[in-house]
C-alpha cells in the first residue's frame, strides 16, 4: 500500500514539472512578442527584428519565414504622362440667338418744331394719365407720345376713342431689324447667355403689357411698384449672367439693362409720392422710352 501512494505522489510531481516547463516557453513567447513591438518603433529596431529576432522567433515557432515575407513592400509606380492624367475641358458649344424682328405703334398727339410747345402738351397729355413723352426725331421735331402698342389694331381702337374725345392723334410706328447673335462657351454658361439676352429682349413687351393692363384693371399704384421690382430682380440677375461680357450684342444688351434698372431705381423713389393717374403716366413714359431705347440698341448693334 505505501509504495503505490508514493508511486501516484511521484507521477503528480512530474506531471507538474511539466505544466511548468510549458509556462516559461509561453512568457518567453510573450517577452519576445512584446520586444518585437517595442524595438519596432524605432529604426534600429526595425533593423534589429528583422535580421535577429524575426528569424529567431520562427525557430521557436517551428516555421520557416519565407524571403519574401520580410522583404520591404515595393510600391508601385504610377507612369503614365502627366497629360494623360489631366481632365479635358469642357467643350465649347456655340449658340445662336435672334434678337427678333419686332414693330411698335406708338399714339402720336402732336409733332412742334418749337420745344416750349412739345412740352406743354406732354405736360397736358400726362394729367390724363398718358406717357406724355417726347422724342426729337431726326428732322428736329418735336413729338409727343402718349402710348405704344405691339400690334396695329391695338393702336388704331386707343386712336379712334381719343379722338372720339377731342383730341386729334396720328399713328407713328417703328420696326427695329431682327439680329443673329452666334456665341461659343460651355454648355451652362451658353444657357445662362440666352437666357440673359431673352430676358432683357422681352422687357418693352412686359411694359407694354402692364400698361395696357394698368388702364383695363383699373390697378393701383402699390401694384405697379410690385411690378417694377419684380422687373429689377429679373433683370439684375440677367447682368449678372453677362457680367465680363467682351462682344459687342452682350456689352450693348448689358447696358441697356443697366439703364432700365436706373430708371425703376427713380420709379420707385418716387412712387410713394404718385397719385394713379401720375403711376399711369409714369409707366407709359417709361414704356415708350424703353421700345425707342431698344430701337437705337439694334441698330448700334448693326
Same mark, same amino acid.
Not at 22 to 45: D, M
Not at 63 to 73: I, L, N, Q
Not at 192 to 208: D, H, K, N, Y
Given at each position: $500500500?505505501?509504495?503505490?501512494?508514493?508511486?501516484?505522489?511521484?507521477?503528480?510531481?512530474?506531471?507538474?514539472?511539466?505544466?511548468?516547463?510549458?509556462?516559461?516557453?509561453?512568457? !518567453?513567447?510573450?517577452?519576445?512578442?512584446?520586444?518585437?513591438?517595442?524595438?519596432?518603433?524605432?529604426?534600429?529596431?526595425?533593423?534589429?527584428?528583422?535580421?535577429? !529576432?524575426?528569424?529567431?522567433?520562427?525557430?521557436? $515557432?517551428?516555421?520557416? $519565414?519565407?524571403?519574401?515575407? #520580410?522583404?520591404?513592400?515595393?510600391?508601385?509606380?504610377?507612369?503614365?504622362?502627366?497629360?494623360?492624367?489631366?481632365?479635358?475641358? *469642357?467643350?465649347?458649344?456655340? !449658340?445662336?440667338?435672334?434678337?427678333?424682328?419686332?414693330?411698335?405703334?406708338?399714339?402720336?398727339?402732336?409733332?412742334?418744331?418749337?420745344?416750349?410747345?412739345?412740352? #406743354?402738351?406732354?405736360? *397736358? =397729355?400726362?394729367?390724363?394719365?398718358?406717357?406724355?413723352?417726347?422724342?426729337?426725331?431726326?428732322?428736329?421735331?418735336?413729338?409727343?407720345?402718349?402710348?405704344?402698342?405691339?400690334?396695329?389694331?391695338?393702336?388704331?381702337?386707343?386712336?379712334?376713342?381719343?379722338?372720339?374725345?377731342?383730341?386729334?392723334?396720328?399713328?407713328?410706328?417703328?420696326?427695329? +431689324?431682327?439680329?443673329?447673335?452666334?456665341?461659343?462657351?460651355?454648355?451652362? +454658361?451658353?444657357?445662362?447667355?440666352?437666357?440673359?439676352?431673352?430676358?432683357?429682349?422681352?422687357?418693352?413687351?412686359? @411694359?407694354?403689357?402692364? *400698361?395696357?393692363?394698368?388702364?383695363?384693371?383699373? $390697378?393701383?399704384?402699390?401694384?405697379?411698384?410690385?411690378?417694377?421690382?419684380?422687373?429689377?430682380?429679373?433683370?439684375?440677375?440677367?447682368?449678372?449672367?453677362?457680367?465680363?461680357?467682351?462682344?459687342?450684342?452682350?456689352?450693348?444688351?448689358?447696358?441697356?439693362? *443697366?439703364?432700365? @434698372?436706373?430708371?425703376?431705381?427713380?420709379?420707385?423713389?418716387?412712387?410713394?409720392?404718385?397719385?394713379?393717374?401720375?403711376?399711369?403716366?409714369?409707366?407709359?413714359?417709361?414704356? =415708350?422710352?424703353? !421700345?425707342?431705347?431698344?430701337?437705337?440698341? =439694334?441698330?448700334? =448693334?448693326?
Amino acid at each position: $500500500m505505501p509504495q503505490r501512494h508514493m508511486n501516484r505522489h511521484t507521477g503528480a510531481r512530474r506531471g507538474t514539472g511539466r505544466g511548468y516547463t510549458g509556462t516559461n516557453v509561453v512568457l !518567453i513567447l510573450l517577452c519576445c512578442a512584446l520586444t518585437v513591438f517595442l524595438l519596432s518603433t524605432s529604426y534600429l529596431g526595425d533593423r534589429i527584428v528583422d535580421r535577429f !529576432i524575426t528569424p529567431a522567433f520562427a525557430r521557436i $515557432m517551428g516555421k520557416t $519565414m519565407p524571403a519574401e515575407a #520580410t522583404a520591404a513592400p515595393v510600391l508601385a509606380q504610377n507612369t503614365a504622362k502627366p497629360e494623360q492624367l489631366s481632365l479635358s475641358p *469642357a467643350p465649347a458649344e456655340t !449658340i445662336e440667338f435672334e434678337l427678333p424682328e419686332t414693330s411698335w405703334y406708338l399714339l402720336q398727339m402732336g409733332a412742334y418744331s418749337d420745344p416750349e410747345e412739345a412740352h #406743354t402738351q406732354a405736360k *397736358a =397729355i400726362q394729367s390724363l394719365g398718358a406717357g406724355g413723352y417726347i422724342y426729337e426725331d431726326e428732322q428736329g421735331f418735336s413729338r409727343v407720345f402718349a402710348a405704344a402698342y405691339a400690334d396695329q389694331e391695338s393702336l388704331l381702337q386707343v386712336q379712334q376713342q381719343v379722338r372720339n374725345s377731342g383730341y386729334e392723334n396720328t399713328a407713328y410706328s417703328i420696326h427695329p +431689324d431682327g439680329i443673329r447673335v452666334t456665341l461659343s462657351g460651355q454648355s451652362d +454658361d451658353a444657357k445662362l447667355l440666352r437666357a440673359a439676352m431673352e430676358t432683357i429682349q422681352s422687357v418693352p413687351g412686359r @411694359l407694354t403689357e402692364f *400698361a395696357l393692363k394698368y388702364d383695363e384693371n383699373d $390697378m393701383t399704384p402699390a401694384q405697379a411698384i410690385q411690378f417694377m421690382n419684380e422687373l429689377a430682380v429679373s433683370l439684375a440677375g440677367s447682368r449678372q449672367s453677362l457680367k465680363g461680357a467682351d462682344t459687342t450684342p452682350l456689352k450693348e444688351l448689358d447696358e441697356y439693362a *443697366a439703364w432700365i @434698372l436706373d430708371t425703376i431705381s427713380t420709379f420707385l423713389t418716387k412712387s410713394d409720392t404718385m397719385s394713379k393717374v401720375e403711376c399711369g403716366a409714369a409707366v407709359k413714359h417709361f414704356q =415708350i422710352e424703353t !421700345i425707342l431705347k431698344y430701337n437705337i440698341l =439694334i441698330k448700334d =448693334i448693326e
